[in-house]
């Protein structure tokens, strides 16, 4: 199951006229015998909510309001989400003589066409107010509120992933409430923009159109439905001629493999990234302790102390938290046996939340070995969500390996890694002679997908080229990968241990010094084999290239290069 939420709209979508229908009663109480949880998301305000609708209590949460008040039915407790409407602001409403007027906790609410009287007295009064729309009616808030943060913090409550729910609606105020989930539906008489804009329009208008989804999700979880997992999937990186090469970010698994340091990890951090920042949750396990210098997600578990599955489940049950959990603490042969406790407990998880969305398993071969199946009773036959990182593909548990849906192949003989692993998930193998690559690129190849394997230049981490740039430019390079400005005659020693100290020497270096070291290329094969940069490396040779170009222009241009790539601030 995917879907854990189920987000509705209360006027024109749930309700008819200010009346929810039986059959739109008993498709909830079937939603909620699935184990899905319901969350309302109005306009209106909770007293008069109330009024008209006794049976909020079939909702974990309600927002009210248009997304500024939190109520939680089993507790009878509210939330304030905005501060209240200024005094001054409804003073002057009053006196500007605007009909109907109607003051909620934090919303104030009236109809076209005296928006223009309302926006007339924000302006005056300077406020940092909005106002929203909804078929004629007129609501005013303090700006960034709306039902999409709404639902956001009665998630967070809930401790449930946007990527998890399904949201419903019908008007304009329902644009940051579809556009908050993973899939939005529009009823069938909903204003067109919001149905131009949803994943699923329903057959049905109003409360019909509720129990259509309903029905659905409770068939197959809306499976087929194109929604933003699918619209915006997670990039590799660019193939040669410049086509950006991504992943599902739904219903997929598959493995990185490659020699021992052929760049795996640099591949997986940029994936991680990116997943991260798309709000995916994340639980890697890394038993060399490969990953615990990254920035902004939580590690438990290090060379002293072996990581406690209680803690893991703690901290993934708050679903804004990924999770590295290093294995350096346990002994190489117990770390088979703690994934095969640790798995049943994450997919214990997932079954009750949908997360964590993504697990990773670096060492896969370690975790998972072939030889010793201790986590095939608790693998299932289809896992999403899955990465295994190895260097020996053949020696990978083969059950995991049937779940993979392709392979990103990094470093040399990149057709043999293919080829290992298209025997170990039974297919033939897409190439049979060796695959034409540039420096850097890793080969993709999707099993269910149009071409065979497509060479790649991996998109970076942006943390880890902060960590580059600040490695290369401030920190200290050893003797053996400094750059010695000797000259021709050997007579200076001058040693630049990082490219700040470079530039600082290059701009009081002799013009012969300087020449010197352009016409023999030294600069642009330091930057390749010390700092390994090769676009930067590039850039360098083709100024070394140009020798009808004095020491000044080209000292000039070298220092330039530099500073745009390294030492000048974001």
């Known amino acids: 199951m995917h879907y854990f939420a189920f987000a509705c709209d209360f006027d024109q979508t749930l309700a008819s006229m200010g009346a929810v229908s039986k059959g739109t009663l008993a498709a909830l109480e079937k939603l909620l015998a699935s184990g899905r949880k319901l969350v309302l998301v109005t306009g209106r305000q909770l007293d008069d909510l109330r009024r008209i609708f006794p049976q909020l209590s079939l909702f974990e949460r309600v927002i009210a309001e248009n997304g500024a008040v939190l109520f939680r039915p089993q507790t009878g407790e509210t939330k304030l989400l905005a501060e209240p409407p200024p005094q001054v602001f409804i003073d002057a409403l009053r006196r500007r003589g605007v009909l109907p007027l109607s003051i909620g906790s934090v919303i104030v609410a009236s109809?076209?066409?005296?928006?223009?009287?309302?926006?007339?007295?924000?302006?005056?009064?300077?406020?940092?107010?909005?106002?929203?729309?909804?078929?004629?009616?007129?609501?005013?808030?303090?700006?960034?509120?709306?039902?999409?943060?709404?639902?956001?913090?009665?998630?967070?409550?809930?401790?449930?992933?946007?990527?998890?729910?399904?949201?419903?609606?019908?008007?304009?105020?329902?644009?940051?409430?579809?556009?908050?989930?993973?899939?939005?539906?529009?009823?069938?008489?909903?204003?067109?923009?919001?149905?131009?804009?949803?994943?699923?329009?329903?057959?049905?208008?109003?409360?019909?159109?509720?129990?259509?989804?309903?029905?659905?999700?409770?068939?197959?979880?809306?499976?087929?439905?194109?929604?933003?997992?699918?619209?915006?999937?997670?990039?590799?990186?660019?193939?040669?001629?410049?086509?950006?090469?991504?992943?599902?970010?739904?219903?997929?698994?598959?493995?990185?493999?490659?020699?021992?340091?052929?760049?795996?990890?640099?591949?997986?951090?940029?994936?991680?990234?990116?997943?991260?920042?798309?709000?995916?949750?994340?639980?890697?396990?890394?038993?060399?302790?490969?990953?615990?210098?990254?920035?902004?997600?939580?590690?438990?578990?290090?060379?002293?102390?072996?990581?406690?599955?209680?803690?893991?489940?703690?901290?993934?049950?708050?679903?804004?938290?990924?999770?590295?959990?290093?294995?350096?603490?346990?002994?190489?042969?117990?770390?088979?046996?703690?994934?095969?406790?640790?798995?049943?407990?994450?997919?214990?998880?997932?079954a009750k939340t949908g997360r964590p969305h993504w697990i990773i398993l670096d060492e896969a071969h370690h975790l998972l070995p072939r030889e010793r199946g201790q986590a095939i009773g608790v693998l299932p036959q289809q896992l999403a969500g899955l990465i295994l990182i190895t260097v020996h593909v053949e020696t990978v548990l083969e059950a995991a390996l049937k779940s993979m849906s392709g392979i990103i192949a990094v470093g040399a003989s990149p057709e043999e890694t293919i080829r290992q692993f298209s025997n170990a998930v039974g297919v033939p193998p897409p190439v049979y002679s060796p695959l034409p690559s540039r420096p850097g690129d890793v080969f993709v190849w999707l099993l269910h997908g149009a071409h065979g394997p497509v060479a790649v230049r991996v998109q970076p981490a942006t943390s880890e080229i902060r960590r580059h740039r600040r490695k290369y430019a401030e920190g200290k390079l050893a003797p053996d990968r400094s750059f010695f400005f000797r000259g021709p005659a050997g007579k200076l020693n001058l040693r630049a241990h990082n490219l700040n100290m470079f530039i600082q020497i290059a701009e009081g270096l002799d013009d012969e010094t300087w020449l010197f070291h352009l016409r023999r290329g030294d600069y642009s094969q330091w930057v390749r084999e010390a700092i390994k940069d090769e676009a930067l490396a590039d850039e360098v040779q083709e100024i070394e290239k140009d020798g009808k170009e004095g020491p000044l222009k080209t000292r000039n241009a070298v220092i330039e290069a530099i500073n745009r790539r390294y030492t000048r601030s974001d």
């Open 111 to 350: 109809e076209e066409p005296e928006d223009a009287k309302i926006l007339a007295v924000i302006r005056e009064l300077g406020l940092e107010l909005q106002v929203i729309y909804n078929k004629g009616a007129v609501m005013v808030l303090p700006t960034g509120v709306n039902k999409g943060t709404g639902l956001l913090a009665a998630l967070s409550e809930m401790c449930m992933s946007h990527h998890n729910a399904v949201a419903i609606g019908d008007a304009e105020n329902d644009h940051a409430l579809l556009n908050t989930c993973e899939c939005g539906v529009a009823v069938a008489n909903a204003i067109q923009t919001l149905k131009e804009r949803a994943d699923l329009t329903a057959t049905g208008a109003n409360g019909a159109g509720v129990q259509e989804v309903i029905d659905r999700l409770l068939l197959n979880d809306l499976h087929g439905v194109r929604n933003r997992l699918l619209r915006q999937p997670i990039l590799i990186g660019t193939a040669a001629d410049g086509t950006r090469v991504s992943i599902d970010s739904c219903d997929t698994s598959f493995v990185i493999a490659g020699p021992s340091s052929s760049g795996k990890s640099t591949v997986m951090i940029g994936l991680l990234e990116r997943l991260t920042q798309c709000d995916f949750q994340v639980c890697l396990i890394d038993p060399e302790g490969d990953y615990s210098h990254l920035e902004d997600i939580v590690t438990l578990g290090s060379a002293e102390r072996a990581p406690n599955i209680t803690e893991i489940v703690q901290i993934l049950h708050n679903p804004k938290s990924s999770l590295i959990v290093n294995l350096l603490g346990l002994p190489l042969s117990e770390r088979p046996v703690f994934l095969a406790s640790l798995l049943p407990k994450l997919q214990e998880l997932r």
